[in-house]
């Protein structure tokens, strides 16, 4: 900084990084008033003392600080207030490093599950689906985030908006991460889903990792029969009749509860025609 003892607003900009429009209204809140004024022409001239105040402000706008806190700090002017005022600050911004990191995982989440679904949609369509898709597989141990309820006269037709809502509030409460798919498994018998029955019903989500939560608990770890549903949902009945004649013409025995893992769901995309699901139901080797 050149050693003199006034600096024309236009050199403030240059040398301090502050464009002249945020110096005027500094100065019109009282924040920063220039202590020459030129009577005639109007110019603003700044002292030496003002240069670094106006250079700290700039420091603590950079770190989120709001100008009337800005403006407590310098009438301050005590290197302990700054000191607490900065690690206050940095808790601020921590917390706030945490719900982006969360927003990114959230949103990585949910763009590699519609991959996954596209992927599906580029290689089939609708009418090329046969029992010749039925795949017999191992379904991988993982750890579910799950609610289980009975509901009343009962037909899945229609996904239940409010169960999957309860869902996703009940795991951002607990500040969990999930990968991705939602799972419903339908605790009756095969089809008893489709009519209108009262029924006991598992939503669930995937996590990354277990907790110790009685909503927690071991998903997968066994065979079964899958294929994928592409389409309206509301038609995917047709598909759980086709699996059903395919294992029992194989001489597979379902062994466990029916689910659906919706990997492009209704409430992804408002177009049937791109909803993929996959039906998983548990079997014994012939």
């Not at 806190?69 to 490093?97: F, P, Y």
């Not at 989500?205 to 770890?221: A, E, R, T, V």
């Not at 009945?237 to 699996?243: A, G, V």
């Amino acid at each position: 900084m050149q050693s003199q003892e006034k600096y024309p607003i236009g050199e403030v900009e240059r040398i301090c990084n502050i464009p002249i429009k945020t110096l005027r209204y500094y100065d019109s809140i009282n924040l920063v008033i220039p202590d020459f004024r030129d009577e005639k022409s109007g110019y603003r001239y700044y002292s030496k003392e003002q240069m670094v105040t106006i250079c700290i402000i700039r420091k603590l706008r950079m770190l989120g600080f709001g100008l009337k806190e800005i403006q407590n700090i310098i009438n301050d002017n005590r290197a302990h207030i700054l000191e607490e005022s900065i690690d206050s600050k940095l808790i601020e911004i921590s917390s706030e490093i945490k719900k982006l990191q969360q927003k990114y995982a959230e949103g990585y989440t949910f763009s590699q599950r519609l991959k996954k679904g596209v992927d599906i949609l580029s290689l089939y369509s609708k009418d090329e689906l046969t029992s010749k898709d039925i795949t017999i597989e191992e379904i991988p141990q993982s750890y579910i985030l799950f609610t289980k309820k009975q509901m009343k006269n009962y037909s899945n037709k229609d996904v239940s908006l409010e169960r999957w809502v309860e869902l996703i509030n009940l795991s951002n409460k607990l500040n969990l991460e999930n990968k991705g798919s939602i799972v419903v498994t339908y605790y009756s018998n095969p089809l008893e889903q489709f009519l209108y029955k009262d029924l006991d019903i598992e939503f669930a989500m995937y996590l990354k990792s277990p907790i110790d939560l009685p909503n927690c608990k071991k998903f997968g770890g066994f065979t079964a029969a899958t294929t994928i549903h592409i389409g309206d949902y509301a038609n995917i009945i047709n598909k759980h009749i086709e699996m059903i004649q395919y294992l029992n013409k194989s001489g597979y025995k379902i062994n466990g509860n029916i689910s659906e893992e919706f990997i492009i769901s209704p409430f992804d995309v408002n177009n049937p025609n791109e909803h993929v699901t996959k039906i998983i139901i548990p079997i014994e080797k012939p």
